[in-house]
């Protein structure tokens, strides 16, 4: 808290948030997701990498809705998942149900495949 020069009453002071934080509703929370993309001619590899949560969900979701259609298989790698919150793992398969027809070129492969996959049976 700061006082200011004007009146005499407490204000917040947002301030600046270290490299990799965000704020959210007042909070600051990590943002240590992201995915590396490799695509050859007939296949998409994501590899994910850090905190799985509800927004990570979303950015799944999004890739694989933008560029799954392109390819033959889809390859989702889980071993550099650091944590794998349920509110992400809701999210993520709530909103794979819309990849009907995209959802059986999907593979996981990694630790975390059991537990991101919407469907055991994607998991290899």
Same mark, same amino acid.
């Given at each position: 808290?700061?006082?200011?020069?004007?009146?005499?009453?407490?204000?917040?002071?947002?301030?600046?948030?270290?490299?990799? *934080?965000?704020r959210k509703?007042?909070?600051?929370?990590?943002?240590?997701?992201?995915?590396?993309?490799?695509?050859?001619?007939?296949?998409?590899? *994501?590899?994910?990498?850090?905190?799985?949560?509800?927004?990570? /969900?979303?950015?799944?979701?999004? !890739? *694989?809705?933008?560029?799954?259609h392109a390819?033959?298989?889809?390859?989702?790698?889980?071993?550099?998942? !650091?944590? !794998?919150?349920?509110?992400?793992?809701?999210?993520?398969?709530?909103? /794979?149900?819309?990849?009907?027809?995209? *959802?059986?070129?999907?593979?996981?492969?990694?630790?975390? /495949?059991?537990? !991101?996959?919407?469907?055991?049976?994607?998991?290899?």
């Amino acid at each position: 808290m700061f006082f200011s020069e004007k009146k005499e009453t407490p204000q917040k002071s947002w301030g600046r948030l270290p490299f990799g *934080l965000r704020r959210k509703e007042g909070h600051a929370m990590a943002s240590s997701f992201r995915i590396v993309v490799h695509k050859n001619s007939e296949h998409l590899h *994501l590899r994910l990498i850090g905190d799985f949560d509800g927004s990570s /969900a979303f950015k799944l979701f999004d !890739v *694989l809705k933008n560029r799954a259609h392109a390819v033959q298989k889809v390859f989702i790698h889980t071993s550099g998942l !650091v944590e !794998v919150h349920p509110f992400g793992l809701g999210v993520f398969e709530k909103r /794979a149900s819309e990849l009907r027809e995209e *959802l059986q070129k999907i593979h996981f492969t990694g630790d975390k /495949a059991e537990l !991101v996959s919407p469907d055991q049976s994607l998991c290899l």
